[in-house]
């Protein structure tokens, strides 16, 4: 089992910024590909960004890209996600998520394995 926890969700004006983090109880927390996603209100869970267990490879939803950024720190097991120019829109729950990768595994992952419970951001016109 991995235990995923997000935390800095919060309340926003639309042009700001926050940064998301998820922690991870895995102490090979650096062989999992990480994977954000968010669901807004009334909404499907819908892709955000991901960075492959190797660290050197991210993927990003299309209309996402340039104003997100995926990162990771091995060294204390955690997971960010750096949002910039938050616009209304992009309020909703955001999920970090993971899966155990080899080079053998798709990229992006087909599926991802462990969960966290959520962290809600709010952007206010």
């Known amino acids: 089992q991995v235990q995923l926890v997000e935390s800095g969700g919060g309340l926003v004006q639309a042009g700001g910024s926050l940064t998301l983090s998820c922690a991870a109880s895995?102490?090979?927390?650096?062989?999992?590909?990480v994977g954000w996603f968010r669901q807004a209100p009334g909404k499907e869970r819908e892709f955000v960004a991901a960075?492959?267990?190797?660290?050197?490879?991210?993927y990003y939803a299309d209309s996402l890209k340039g104003r997100f950024t995926i990162s990771r720190d091995s060294a204390e097991n955690t997971a960010y996600l750096q949002m910039n120019s938050l616009k209304p829109d992009d309020t909703a729950v955001y999920y970090c998520?993971?899966?155990?990768?080899?080079?053998?595994?798709?990229?992006?992952?087909?599926?991802?394995?462990?969960w966290g419970q959520g962290t809600p951001v709010t952007v206010s016109q």
């Open positions: 998520a993971a899966v155990w990768g080899t080079y053998g595994s798709a990229w992006p992952p087909l599926k991802y394995d462990y």
């Open positions: 895995a102490r090979t927390f650096s062989l999992y590909t």
């Open positions: 960075i492959r267990w190797t660290g050197r490879s991210t």
